[in-house]
């Protein structure tokens, strides 16, 4: 029988916030934008240079209809947004759990048993999850700052290579 004081979650789940893919949705879509006001410009620039083609990148560059105007701008938008929509899609999703791992990371799910952990920690701005042996299982970007990515896996008694200050596993920023 469990008391109040053994109650610490079940399972932890790193994930990209919904306010961090909101802003990249929005960027990838002005940026997408932005560009299809600048393709005319963009191609009329590059026409007054010595480079193949540039009667070509001239005519395409000299479209100035109000469908065009209005539509590339939208097209490109669209487009942006589709990029975006796909970056957020594939951001790894880590649920860790006393017994497991799962990584989710767009339509793939992949599991991994705690007894296959050898080791864990940063590499850069990635979290790399290694078998005992050395054998790389997870190398990828995880959305959080550090010290809570660090305490998400201490909490589960993973082995963290971090660094861990000696009070009570609390995580050095």
Known sequence: MKNDFDARPTETELRMPLDTKVVIWVFCGVAGAGL???VPWLLRFAAEHPIPYADTVRFLGSFDSPA???GRPA??????????????HHAATLRIS???ITIVEGDDTRVIARDQIGGVFRRGGKVRIESPVGRVLFDDDVEG???VIAE????H???WEGARAAAGGAIES
């Open 68 to 70: 065009m105007v209005i």
């Open 157 to 159: 008694g993973y082995p």
């Open 145 to 147: 700052r550090p010290a």
């Open 152 to 155: 998400a896996f201490c909490r």
């Open 98 to 100: 006393d017994e497991r």
């Open 75 to 88: 097209l490109l938008a669209a487009v942006g947004l589709l990029i975006g929509l796909f970056l957020t």
């Open 36 to 38: 299809g006001f600048a």
